[in-house]
Each structure stands twice: as C-alpha cells, then as structure tokens.
C-alpha cells in the first residue's frame, strides 16, 4: 500500500528563483503541489493560510534566518503537523535541524531523486496520512 502523495502540498522556501524553480521540477512528477515562497514572512504567511503538508526551508532567507521560520511554524498550532525539511549548503546541518525541530535536512547541491525521494519518504512517514491505493 502506497501514499497518495498527490494529495499533499509543498512550501518551497529558497530566496533563489532557480532554486525553487528546480525543486518544483524535481516534485512535478510526484503529483504533490508546490507553492513557493521567496522570503521568511511570506513563508510563514503562507503557512498559517494554507497548512501545507510539507516546508522546504532554506536557512539563508534576506529577511530572517530560515531557523527563526521553523520556531515560528512550530510554535503555529495551525502547522503543527507540518514536516520541515532544511535545505543548506553546509555538511553538518543534519544535526542542526533536529537540534532545532526539524524533521531531516538534506544537503545542497542535491540529486533531484534524491530530493525527490526524501520528500516522499517523509511524507509517507506522516500518520496523517491516508492512502487511496
């Protein structure tokens, strides 16, 4: 039995347009739906309006520090389930982010289907989640 990843919706928070244009293209073929966020405010803006299932977070925001847009997302009751994933350029990040909350950390550059996979992965490691398979 599968998860019906088609059914669950991506924040994609990178202050790069062509990263997250390629972070779109890599989840295209999964089905999830992505929506994109260029800044820590507007992240977290978009996160209490449309509780996605999953946050793809970058740690260097222009506006604040992708750390202080994890605190505020696990303090939101509205996105208490939510997983969030740090994406950085730096190697030891993996120990940071469940220092600080997150659910995993993946180090960039990434391999598309490595991406692509790890989100899946947390996704189906979601209880919320129901499988129309």
């Known amino acids: 039995m599968g998860i019906d990843v088609a059914k669950q919706q991506a924040l994609i928070v990178d202050d790069s347009d062509v990263l997250r244009r390629l972070i779109e293209m890599c989840l295209r073929p999964t089905g999830i ?19 996605p ?44 982010a469940k220092k600080r909350g997150a659910d995993g950390a993946l180090v960039k550059p990434f391999r598309n289907d490595e991406l692509r996979n790890a989100v899946v992965e947390m996704l189906a490691s979601s209880s919320e989640i129901v499988s129309s398979a």
């Open 53 to 96: 299932d999953i946050v793809l977070l970058d740690i260097g925001l222009p506006d604040m520090t992708g750390w202080e847009v994890l605190e505020r997302l696990r303090q939101s009751e509205i996105n208490a389930g939510t997983k969030v994933m740090i994406l950085s350029g730096y190697e030891d990040i993996h120990h940071e």
């Open 33 to 51: 739906k992505t929506v994109p966020a260029s800044t820590g405010a507007e992240a977290v803006e978009l996160a209490s309006a449309i509780d």
